[in-house]
């Protein structure tokens, strides 16, 4: 076995710039790493005999053996091993920051290897924005643990008590003689720490010493460039698409051609003329084409005939008929009335009353690179190349596919386009190990562009229905907020019996999961609330295209679409203005253990005050708000996610003669607690809302009662270059009540800064047309279409 | 089957495809470059683009026959080891989030700066409207475009 061959290029590009004895003993090391040789031996005590990393079977990787997590090599350096993946927020860089911090080691003499199931101990992959949350705290304790250990080693080499010595990149020295040192590499470079840590799973794992004060951190903070974007311009990165095996072969699905098709019959000499046919695998409705070139695969995708009879059932309604379905679906579950005090007796005697519903319909992950995944099955294993953001899941769940071992099955996290949750990257991962086990050779699948934007997983489609109360000063007495999502069989991440070849094959489990309807994340204090909501299912719950998975927060940006237009409303009824409104009742809120309330108030005012904004009722007088065709106004929202907070503000030019929408600016103001690189979390901050502004102005899923026909770019627009603000302010509020504090934790930003931007564009053109649009996206013709019903 | 000779990056090659073969995987399959990317295969995104002869071409719709003249991919803007300012300037803005996508957005800013090397803000935004990110970089596109164009990546000049 060729160690070169089999090494993924990120570990080999990890280890490069080593001359070859140190590539040698990183090779050692991580081999130990895999299969644990050291029984009894010291610290730094030789490694054993070289053993190839990359040759199977794949134990776990030992999360509490300090040598699973660093590696330090004999040129001073160290590569950091942890089991989570970057979507392309610059996670990977961040965690290198932490680490570098405890173990106090260079930036620069440093590398990362993430998420490769056989050689990075199981963190889960990544999700829910917790990679710093939740994740980045094992990956401070062990490289403080190492530096502790080295601080020991180091103290007994120069015979001198540890309290004696300093470190600084890596070297150890006395502090009142710097002559007098050690480096990291002359204790243990090239070998194996042999040190046990602690912890009753991954997320606990530490070792004796205790992580540094956050006001010690020096990497942390600094806005180091990320790692891997030189790579990404120069075209040298090698991504999950570029894995090329020797005998690969190329496949393509050929889905059903209606949803709820079952499959009659193939008729294989319809690709019989295809150069470099080599086979159609088939079992229950999923079908695949297999070609030696990738070129001849499309082609036979598309010429290949099978016969398919129709459901009896319609499997959904038209994408133009769905809300109402919803509304007049028997729900599949119901959750039980959350109330606080009396709301329909404060109601009843409330000076005002408002209520309005609210739609917002299925929009999709839509990967700008089509789901993809390579599967080797050489030597009785299976290893799949993949860009799927949770690894681990990926292995696990395709050995139960195909009834494998577990350690016969690894995936190797290779980059790829972006993850926002529940991807097809799952599918296509348990589709290419199922093709490479039936063809036995290397197998790449590649999803085409309608197949992706049509049967991917999609954030679930809600109607809300809010009613308010407000007493005669405008205050808020009472609330009623009810949800409908169509989620029923919501997806989980790659489960061996609910992604889409299991589906289609007829592999299911005895029943759906329950899915989800979520309720408003914010902190305001009303007196009078009841809450309720409920899930809905479409007809057809297996083997549909409009699957529900998660998709980046994956109902916060519905619901506080639908919960701070609500808001807003209520402000223009009280007269009040929408920022004041807001802060008046976060005023009467109880605080909580993560000061969610000051960092409330906090977000509140910092997005105010680097907006501008001034002090009035919305919406604002038309001779203000109008200049030649265009009407202009802003608007805010505001919500946590988790315990990160944020308030976005949107400034909005609608042309009342097309009904064009463009945000020419926005404004957000974050806390996510402890910063680790304020400008790799300022790109993410801003992406997150500019996704969320695709899902404010054009993503909708449209079908009709047999298909999606939301197929390429054209039928499902995204975002683009001409919808760009001019300007985005982004203000990191790090609103810590306790500033410089020693323990101040970091929190997630994949999602907090998505979750209110569509209510701030919604109540802005509010306040620029006093036109209400209670349903996204607010494509022109929606638009003009309201402003023409509302004469504005 | 037939022999199609490419002239890429300043190598020719000489390749045993069929002629309708899309150009898009003769340079990646058969040449084993990585900067184009496959996105769509209908030419509406330009993950796949490649520059010949100084015009962006989508290359997953460009029969491999159909090509004439220099094909030059991402692979090819760097000389004699120096990256294109352009390359830099997505360095210095940290312009990716995914990066996936970016081959078509640096690509479609080189045509757009060598047919116009002061563009507007607004030239820019019409020039780059074809090139999809899915991350949205298109903010940190524009000012890493702009960091070329002006020294600086400030908004606001030529509206």
Redesign the interface.
């Known amino acids: 076995v060729s160690i070169t061959l089999r090494l993924p290029k990120r570990v080999e590009e990890a280890i490069a710039g080593l001359d070859a004895s140190s590539r040698r003993s990183f090779l050692k090391a991580s081999g130990a790493l895999v299969f644990s040789l050291g029984v009894g031996t010291l610290p730094g005590a030789e490694v054993p005999a070289e053993r190839p990393a990359a040759a199977g079977p794949w134990p776990d990787p030992d999360h509490l053996q300090l040598d699973t997590w660093i590696v330090l090599h004999p040129d001073n350096t160290a590569t950091f091993f942890v089991g989570k993946t970057d979507g392309g927020q610059g996670t990977g860089t961040a965690f290198r920051q932490l680490m570098c911090d405890e173990l106090d080691i260079a930036y620069d003499n440093t590398r990362l290897v993430m998420g490769c199931t056989d050689i990075t101990p199981d963190q889960g992959g990544s999700g829910g924005s917790d990679a710093l949350e939740r994740d980045g705290w094992p990956m401070r304790r062990v490289a403080a643990e190492a530096r502790r250990v080295l601080l020991e080693l180091g103290g007994q080499h120069l015979g001198v008590p540890v309290e004696l010595l300093a470190v600084s990149n890596a070297t150890i020295a006395m502090k009142s003689d710097a002559s007098r040192k050690v480096t990291y590499a002359e204790l243990v470079g090239g070998k194996r720490f042999n040190v046990a840590l602690s912890g009753r799973n991954v997320d606990a794992t530490t070792g004796m010493a205790a992580v540094k004060p956050v006001n010690e951190l020096r990497v942390v903070g600094q806005s180091l460039k990320r790692y891997d974007i030189p790579a990404k311009v120069d075209g040298s990165q090698k991504w999950a698409v570029d894995m090329k095996l020797p005998g690969m072969v190329h496949a393509r699905n050929v889905r059903p051609p209606l949803a709820g098709a079952t499959l009659q019959g193939i008729d294989e000499s319809s690709v019989a003329d295809v150069p470099g046919f080599l086979r159609v695998v088939s079992r229950g409705n999923y079908v695949a084409v297999v070609c030696e070139r990738e070129e001849q695969a499309i082609r036979a995708a598309r010429q290949l005939k099978v016969e398919c009879t129709r459901p009896e059932v319609a499997p959904f309604p038209a994408s133009g008929e769905l809300f109402n379905y919803m509304r007049a679906a028997t729900p599949s579950s119901t959750s039980e009335p959350q109330l606080l005090g009396d709301p329909a007796a404060a109601l009843a005697g409330a000076a005002h009353v408002i209520e309005a519903e609210y739609e917002v319909p299925f929009q999709g992950h839509t990967a700008i690179g089509p789901a993809h995944a390579l599967a080797d099955p050489s030597d009785g294993l299976m290893t799949i190349y993949s860009n799927d953001m949770k690894a681990y899941g990926l292995r696990n769940g395709v050995a139960r596919f195909l009834g494998m071992p577990r350690e016969k099955v690894r995936v190797v996290y290779m980059e790829g386009p972006q993850v926002y949750g529940r991807t097809a990257a799952d599918d296509a991962g348990f589709e290419a190990a199922f093709l490479a086990s039936e063809l036995g050779r290397p197998v790449r699948v590649q999803w085409s562009r309608d197949e992706e934007t049509a049967w991917d997983t999609k954030g679930p489609p809600y109607v809300f229905k809010l009613r308010g109360g407000l007493d005669a000063q405008g205050k808020v007495v009472a609330l009623e907020y009810d949800a409908c999502a169509a989620d029923h069989n919501h997806l989980g991440y790659n489960e061996p019996d609910t992604v889409l070849i299991a589906q289609l094959m007829g592999r299911r489990p005895e029943r759906p999961a329950r899915g989800n309807a979520e309720t408003p994340s914010v902190m305001y204090a009303i007196a009078n609330r009841r809450t309720t909501t409920r899930v809905v299912p479409l007809p057809m719950p297996w083997e549909t295209p409009l699957r529900t998975g998660n998709l980046r927060d994956p109902n916060g940006p519905q619901v506080t679409f639908a919960f701070e237009s609500f808001i807003d409303e209520l402000a223009a009824a009280a007269k009040a203005d929408p920022v004041q409104f807001r802060v008046d009742m976060l005023a009467g809120a109880r605080e909580d253990a993560v000061f969610r309330k000051a960092r409330s108030l906090a977000v509140m005012e910092a997005a105010a005050k680097a907006y501008g904004w001034d002090t009035r009722q919305s919406p604002q007088p038309r001779s203000a708000a109008l200049h030649g065709d265009t009407l202009s106004g802003r608007g805010i929202a505001y919500t946590y996610r988790s315990n990160t907070v944020a308030a976005t503000i949107a400034e909005v030019e609608v042309n009342r003669r097309t009904g064009r929408v463009w945000v020419r600016r926005l404004v957000c103001a974050h806390d996510c607690g402890l910063v680790i690189n304020p400008e790799g979390l300022r790109h993410t901050v801003e992406c997150g809302m500019l996704h969320a502004l695709s899902r404010a102005l054009w993503e909708e899923v449209q079908f009709d009662t047999e298909k999606v026909t939301s197929v390429d770019w054209a039928s499902y627009p995204t975002l683009r270059h001409t919808d760009t603000p001019e300007a985005i302010d982004i203000v990191l509020v790090n609103g810590d009540p306790n500033p410089g504090r020693p323990d101040l934790a970091p929190y997630g930003a994949g999602e907090g800064s998505h979750k209110p931007l569509i209510a701030a564009v919604a109540n802005a053109i509010h306040d620029a047309t006093g036109v209400r649009l209670r349903r996204p996206p607010f494509r022109k013709e929606r638009v003009l279409a309201a402003l023409e019903a509302a004469n504005a | 089957?037939s022999q199609v000779k490419l002239h890429v990056n300043g190598t020719t090659h000489e390749v045993d495809?069929?002629p309708?073969?899309?150009l898009l995987?003769v340079l990646?399959?058969d040449l084993?470059?990585?900067?184009p990317?496959?996105?769509?295969?209908?030419g509406?995104?330009s993950?796949c683009t490649v520059i010949i002869d100084g015009a962006a071409i989508r290359s997953c719709i460009t029969p491999v026959s159909a090509v004439r003249g220099e094909i030059t991919?991402?692979?090819g803007?760097?000389k004699d080891g120096q990256?294109h300012p352009l390359?830099q300037a997505?360095?210095d803005e940290?312009?990716?989030?995914?990066?996936?996508?970016?081959?078509g957005q640096?690509l479609t800013a080189k045509v757009l700066l060598d047919r116009n090397p002061t563009p507007s803000?607004a030239e820019?935004?019409?020039a780059?409207?074809?090139?999809?990110?899915?991350?949205?970089?298109?903010?940190?596109?524009?000012a890493a475009i702009r960091r070329v164009v002006h020294g600086s990546s400030a908004?606001?000049e030529g509206?």
């Open positions: 089957m495809v069929d309708s073969t899309p995987y990646r399959n084993d470059l990585q900067g990317r496959f996105g769509c295969g209908v509406q995104c993950v991919t991402l692979e803007l760097s990256l390359q997505w360095i940290q312009a990716a989030q995914c990066g996936y996508c970016q081959n640096i803000d820019i935004r019409t780059m409207d074809g090139a999809l990110c899915r991350c949205m970089t298109y903010f940190r596109v524009q908004a606001g509206k």
